[in-house]
């Protein structure tokens, strides 16, 4: 069974993850992971003793909180809790201590809700954006409006690079749940040509699968970002897939940021990253 890592801090907008994973999981088989990272001050002045049983206590404190926080999305969502547990883990660092788990537990995926962010949190970067750029594991980011519903459709964004590979992964993940995918590529006046035979030989390797194809001319005056954006209006997805490139530069990470990182900082529908590799 795959198993999905979903993170909270307890705020209204992390519920959003929730909502996503569980819906998810009512739809294929999931087994689901509740997880927040949590750090807990001490005086300084206290004994030894003192310090580690006030963290016992605090721990124990923060355990019953995510405990009783999934306990109601489950009870708002009227879905019977299955194949499900609530972790907690003590880490200065947020995102370090979700990666760190993530890998040694073996999850196959990391989902967190998003707020989006601003033109300073983007240069400085969020923790959303951060797990999208350096994790392993896929990531599916979920805006923090996002409402429980039904999936039923998928917008794969594609370069067509590593078709194949990548339509293969899509279609494992969408077969489960009965979606549709629909392969939307935007092509430009460098591209001359879209071998028909490469899309339909890459689509008859995924069997049984639902496939719409939305070819689209790329403005070079609007982003790509603005492009997958409009796409979304017009198709109106349960959700987007796309794939990243993890092993970069510094140089490349920093002037030629991620499209499926820098889309995780206002999305309209949840996003789930594959890497590339």
């Not at 992390?14 to 994973?21: E, M, Q, T, Y």
Request: net charge positive; glycine share 2%.
């Amino acid at each position: 069974m795959k198993k999905i890592l979903v993170t909270t801090d307890f705020s209204a907008g992390s519920k959003a993850g929730l909502r996503f994973a569980i819906q998810l999981a009512s739809q294929s088989k999931f087994a689901l992971t509740f997880f927040h990272s949590y750090n807990v001050l001490s005086p300084t002045g206290w004994t030894a003793a003192k310090i580690k049983e006030y963290k016992k206590s605090e721990s124990a404190n923060v355990q019953q909180q995510l405990d009783l926080f999934v306990e109601k999305i489950y009870q708002e969502l009227e879905i019977q809790p299955e194949h499900h547990q609530c972790v907690i883990k003590g880490s200065v660092f947020t995102e370090s201590n979700i990666l760190k788990y993530a890998a040694e537990q073996h999850f196959d995926f990391i989902c967190i809700s998003t707020r989006g962010a601003g033109r300073l949190q983007r240069l400085l970067g969020t923790n959303t954006a951060n797990l999208i750029n350096n994790s392993e594991i896929p990531v599916i980011a979920v805006p923090h409006t996002y409402k429980s519903k039904k999936i039923t459709s998928i917008l794969y964004a594609s370069d067509l690079t590593n078709l194949d590979k990548e339509l293969e992964i899509v279609a494992a993940f969408a077969k489960p749940l009965d979606a549709e995918v629909q392969l939307l590529h935007f092509t430009t006046f460098l591209e001359t040509h879209i071998d028909p035979k490469k899309i339909e030989q890459a689509t008859k390797k995924s069997d049984h699968l639902q496939l719409k194809l939305d070819i689209k001319f790329f403005e070079p005056s609007e982003s790509l970002v603005s492009h997958i954006e409009a796409a979304i209006i017009r198709t109106k997805p349960s959700m987007l897939v796309m794939f990243t490139e993890h092993h970069r530069n510094l140089f490349e990470k920093i002037f030629l940021s991620s499209k499926s990182a820098e889309y995780s900082y206002h999305p309209t529908v949840p996003l789930l990253v594959f890497g590339k590799n």
